[in-house]
């Protein structure tokens, strides 16, 4: 009797979850590990519930930006319900991996998005997601949020000087001979410019 926990309901979870933050280093699956049953939170409605949980996740891309599939995410959301409705909000934390949108190198980053969203039975609003056969699925939302937080162009570094069209080097390891700025045609007319100035 004195073990009875104070929320009145255990949470359901499907397989293994860690629940102890994220110094679990094992990486649960994908699909049902992310799927939570909501009867027991509409049942206590304003009682939260939390959970902190690291999956991977497969084809997890825009462009040519992705989240590798071995990559880890950490899910630490709280859901509570709402009348009909459970709210989840929380964070999502991963990193993202690419290449430099000029010169093409390797590049990578941390990605930590706050996520606010809400689950219901038969949601009328697009923006819901739908709480199906008791379960919600918190996949498609970690999902959604991933790739609408992933950077569309990415860049070694702001000043990156990419890769010149014509002859292909790195311009931030050398300068060639096609670079514009050096062509000497150019720097005559720089020249005549600075001339015409000077005798106005
Ligand atoms: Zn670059
Ligand atoms: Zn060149």
Redesign the pocket.
Known sequence: MGERRQAGYNFTRNRQVNTQGVKHASVVGTDDALCYSANELLKHPGVPKSISVGVTLEDLSCLDVSVLPSERIDIDIEFVARGHTVLVTGVISTQWHGS?R??L?DVGGDLSLEISEMYQKNPEDELIYPIANGMIDLEPMVRDAIVTELPLTP???PD?R?ICPDCGADL?EEKCSCNPSVDPRWKALDNLKTERYYFV
């Open positions: 430099c000029r010169c190198a860049l070694c570094s990156c990419g931030n």
